[in-house]
């Protein structure tokens, strides 16, 4: 396949572990996904414990806890092969918002959460989002107040994915009412009293239960704080660059796997006494659609490249997002045409993909902000708040 050759910005331990998680993710994340009953897409969680067991469930964590220490190309290369399998896929390999536990926990915060999450028995979520505060996170309301020996932390987090399978969250909120400044804290979600959960039904990406978590002043240790107190936003920037490319990744991985369907169905179906495939239409855009996700593919994999390398990538990251995404909806959407009548039953994977990778223009930063930030980057960031008539607070 046109995919499979080699990338600029991969060397050989890339290629081998592309070889490694495509086999696993075949062989043995397949049959698992599988086995569900009809039309359940649940994340199948015994697929996370397979990946835990071949040691690809901390692949970006540090050897001392198990992990591989795998840079963010190869991390990125997990996610595109995850999505080829489906985009609830995202939480099979690696350890995802646990990352931050890694980069921003105490000594024994990392020493409790790590090892679990490798084993494969502890997810972590992360509660930004709230009600009133979407894109403009920092006009959050969740207090995060200092209370003897724990911080008292009350609040809620809306639209939030993970509400029921996470063990714990990384809550963002303020030390102070009127500040703009940011902290990011562990709480503790399983069997806690404090915790309140609400689910919402989505259109897609419904292998993770989504809703609200209202936390009633629940009292978290003080060794739970992430970073530095009131510095929460640059991990929220530093953490989101990054998944932004690998979400961009996993809808592209989704497209690649439609590609390869619809080439070889438009083959094997017959109309008006020729393989569809003969139609110029039908072969332009397959060819069209190759060509962007190629394109695409190469963007994400600089902008993870740049940050392999020491540079910053928030830019070229929102631009992988913007563009990726869009191009991975438009070609599971071409390739949902081609198919026909059968691409909409649910028998196939192109409306689950579409449902799902539409999701992706709203979460983990919208369309907008993303050209927001590249905006920025072009612009400066005092024309673009004059121009949005933004005041000094944000500067
Ligand atoms: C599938 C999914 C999973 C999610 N998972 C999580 C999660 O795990 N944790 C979490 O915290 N959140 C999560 N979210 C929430 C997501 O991060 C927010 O929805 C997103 O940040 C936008 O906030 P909002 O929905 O309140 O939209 P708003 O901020 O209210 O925006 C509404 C519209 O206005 C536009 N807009 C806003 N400001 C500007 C601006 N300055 N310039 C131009 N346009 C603007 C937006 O782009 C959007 O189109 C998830 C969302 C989805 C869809």
Same mark, same amino acid.
């Given at each position: 396949?046109?995919?499979?050759?080699?990338?600029?910005?991969?060397?050989?331990?890339?290629?081998?572990?592309?070889?490694?998680?495509? *086999?696993?993710?075949?062989?043995?994340?397949?049959?698992?996904?599988?086995? !569900?009953?009809?039309?359940?897409? /649940?994340?199948?969680? %015994?697929?996370?414990?397979?990946?835990?067991?071949?040691?690809?469930?901390?692949?970006?964590?540090?050897?001392?806890?198990?992990?591989?220490?795998?840079?963010?190309?190869?991390?990125?290369?997990?996610?595109?092969?995850?999505?080829?399998?489906?985009?609830?896929?995202?939480?099979?390999?690696?350890?995802?918002?646990?990352?931050?536990? %890694?980069?921003h926990?105490s000594?024994?915060?990392?020493?409790?959460?790590?090892? !679990?999450?490798? !084993?494969?028995?502890?997810?972590?979520?992360?509660?930004?989002?709230?009600?009133?505060?979407?894109?403009?996170?920092? #006009?959050?309301?969740?207090?995060?107040?200092?209370?003897?020996?724990?911080?008292?932390?009350?609040?809620?987090?809306?639209?939030?994915? !993970?509400?029921?399978?996470?063990?714990?969250?990384? @809550?963002?909120?303020?030390t102070?009412?009127?500040? *703009?400044h940011l902290s990011a804290i562990?709480?503790?979600?399983?069997?806690?009293?404090?915790?309140?959960?609400?689910?919402?039904?989505?259109?897609?990406?419904?292998?993770? #239960?989504?809703? #609200?978590?209202?936390?009633?002043?629940?009292?978290?240790?003080?060794?739970?704080m992430l970073g530095v107190i009131d510095e929460g936003f640059s991990i929220?920037?530093?953490?989101?660059?990054?998944?932004?490319?690998?979400?961009?990744?996993?809808?592209?991985? %989704?497209?690649?796997?439609?590609?390869?369907?619809?080439?070889?169905?438009?083959?094997?179906?017959?109309?008006?006494?020729?393989?569809?495939?003969?139609?110029?239409?039908?072969?332009?855009?397959?060819?069209?659609?190759?060509?962007?996700?190629?394109?695409?593919?190469?963007?994400?994999?600089?902008?993870?490249?740049?940050?392999?390398?020491?540079?910053?990538?928030?830019?070229?990251?929102?631009?992988?997002?913007?563009?990726?995404?869009?191009?991975?909806?438009?070609?599971?959407?071409?390739?949902?045409? @081609?198919?026909?009548? /059968?691409?909409? *039953?649910?028998?196939?994977?192109?409306?689950?993909?579409? /449902?799902?990778?539409?999701?992706?223009?709203?979460?983990?930063?919208?369309?907008? @902000?993303?050209?927001?930030? @590249?905006?920025?980057?072009?612009?400066?960031?005092?024309?673009?708040?004059?121009?949005?008539?933004?005041?000094?607070?944000?500067?």
């Amino acid at each position: 396949m046109l995919f499979d050759k080699p990338m600029p910005y991969w060397n050989d331990h890339h290629q081998r572990l592309q070889q490694e998680i495509r *086999t696993f993710v075949e062989h043995v994340a397949t049959p698992i996904w599988h086995s !569900r009953l009809p039309h359940d897409e /649940r994340f199948p969680w %015994a697929a996370r414990v397979a990946a835990a067991k071949v040691g690809l469930t901390g692949i970006d964590l540090s050897p001392a806890y198990g992990g591989r220490n795998a840079d963010f190309v190869s991390q990125g290369i997990a996610f595109e092969e995850c999505g080829r399998l489906d985009i609830d896929a995202r939480e099979l390999i690696g350890s995802g918002h646990g990352a931050i536990i %890694a980069r921003h926990g105490s000594p024994d915060l990392k020493e409790h959460w790590l090892p !679990r999450i490798i !084993r494969g028995e502890a997810l972590i979520g992360v509660g930004i989002t709230e009600e009133e505060a979407g894109s403009d996170i920092r #006009s959050m309301k969740t207090m995060i107040s200092s209370n003897g020996n724990c911080y008292a932390v009350h609040g809620k987090k809306s639209y939030i994915s !993970r509400i029921n399978e996470a063990a714990a969250f990384i @809550i963002f909120g303020k030390t102070h009412p009127d500040d *703009t400044h940011l902290s990011a804290i562990l709480v503790d979600t399983q069997n806690n009293p404090a915790i309140e959960r609400t689910e919402i039904p989505t259109m897609g990406v419904r292998g993770w #239960s989504y809703g #609200s978590i209202t936390i009633h002043d629940d009292c978290v240790p003080k060794e739970n704080m992430l970073g530095v107190i009131d510095e929460g936003f640059s991990i929220f920037e530093e953490h989101f660059s990054n998944w932004r490319i690998f979400m961009a990744l996993l809808c592209l991985g %989704a497209a690649a796997a439609s590609m390869h369907e619809v080439i070889a169905y438009s083959q094997t179906r017959y109309s008006f006494n020729s393989p569809i495939a003969k139609f110029q239409s039908i072969m332009f855009a397959i060819a069209e659609s190759m060509s962007a996700i190629y394109t695409a593919r190469l963007l994400c994999y600089q902008s993870l490249w740049l940050k392999d390398n020491g540079y910053d990538n928030a830019t070229e990251a929102a631009m992988s997002k913007l563009v990726a995404v869009k191009i991975a909806f438009d070609a599971v959407n071409g390739a949902l045409q @081609i198919m026909g009548a /059968r691409g909409y *039953t649910n028998q196939y994977f192109f409306e689950k993909r579409l /449902r799902d990778i539409r999701g992706f223009m709203i979460a983990d930063g919208t369309n907008e @902000i993303m050209k927001s930030i @590249i905006s920025k980057d072009i612009f400066g960031k005092d024309m673009y708040n004059t121009m949005i008539g933004r005041g000094r607070k944000y500067e």
